[in-house]
């Protein structure tokens, strides 16, 4: 049974850091490896928004409003994904959810359950 489990949120204040993990279980090293992972985040009240994603060659993208100042990133030996959040914007405060999917063209497969960021100005 494929996990996972986001961890590393938290209460920062604005102009700070974090970094997210997303530990994934039930997964082979290789598998992991084959998977496009993405991070989403949600407001109560608004949609789930993509804010980064990672592909199975390690090329990202990102939403236009955390560009330059979030990082994915992946450790398949360790098969977790990550996401680094600098300075930190009172609208950077959500939900934090990591997602991944083995087609790289379909929906998302599996989710975790969220970690919660929240950033005090």
């Known amino acids: 049974q494929v996990q996972l489990v986001e961890s590393g949120g938290g209460l920062v204040q604005a102009g700070g850091s974090l970094r997210l993990s997303c530990a994934t279980s039930?997964?082979?090293?290789?598998?992991?490896?084959?998977?496009?992972m993405a991070w989403f985040r949600q407001v109560p009240g608004k949609e789930r928004e993509l804010v980064a994603a990672i592909s199975r060659k390690d090329f990202s993208n990102y939403v236009d409003s955390v560009q330059d100042r979030f990082t994915i990133s992946r450790d398949n030996t360790k098969s977790t994904l990550y996401l680094r959040i600098n300075s930190l914007k009172p609208e950077d405060t959500a939900v934090y959810y990591c997602?991944?999917?083995?087609?790289?063209?379909?929906?998302?497969?599996?989710w975790g359950p969220g970690t919660q960021v929240t950033v005090s100005s």
């Open positions: 997602a991944i999917k083995n087609d790289p063209f379909g929906r998302y497969d599996y």
């Open positions: 039930g997964l082979t090293f290789s598998s992991f490896a084959w998977y496009s």
